[in-house]
Structures are given as C-alpha cells and as structure tokens.
C-alpha cells in the first residue's frame, strides 16, 4: 500500500494505491482522496510492455470501464521501476469484472 499523486490532463490528485500480484498479473486499485473515486486495474506485462483493463468507479456515476496500454521505464540513476499508463480507452459496453 502506498500513497502519492496521479497527474493526468493537467489535473494532480491525491490517491492511495495498494493491489496484489499473481504468477502473470497484476491487480491495482488506486483510491483518490476522500474515497469518491476509485480505480480497479487488472494488469499483464510482457518485457516492457503493460496491457489490461480498468473499472472506474465514481459516487453516483455509471462505472466506466475500458483498456489500458503503457510501458515499464528504468529510471537514472536509481534504476527504479516506474509504471507508465500511455493510454486508457474506455468500452462502450457496462463492466465486465
């Protein structure tokens, strides 16, 4: 379990993360500040490359869900892992977890 910030389209949120891993997946869930809104990731990675499905859940909203794509970068100097969502596409269809 951590905790930190997501940026996306301009806009920084306080969330906390936690999730699990599997023998050739990963679960995340990351929970934003006040618990409004949260986010289910079921995740695969391939060398660098992540691929798998999300499920949005907002109070009073229809959940969303749709496919996510990134890639897993080394950073300098620490040689840290860093996780990169480089798109996120939402399904038309309801949710399928």
């Known amino acids: 379990m951590g905790s930190g910030q997501l ?3 301009g ?6 993360a936690a999730g699990s891993v599997g023998t ?3 679960t ?3 929970m934003a500040a006040g618990g409004e ?13 992540i691929t798998g499905v999300y499920e949005a859940l907002s109070r009073g909203m229809p ?18 892992e ?6 996120a596409t939402p ?3 309801a949710s399928t977890f």
């Open 7 to 9: 940026n996306s389209e």
């Open 11 to 16: 806009r920084s949120i306080n969330i906390t």
């Open 24 to 26: 050739k997946d990963l």
């Open 28 to 30: 995340v869930f990351v």
């Open 37 to 49: 809104q949260v986010l289910r990731m079921e995740l695969s990675a391939s060398k660098t490359a």
């Open 63 to 80: 959940i969303e869900s749709g496919t996510l794509t990134g890639s897993v970068i080394l950073s300098s100097p620490q040689d840290k």
């Open 82 to 87: 860093i996780t990169i969502i480089s798109a």
């Open 91 to 93: 399904l038309p269809a």
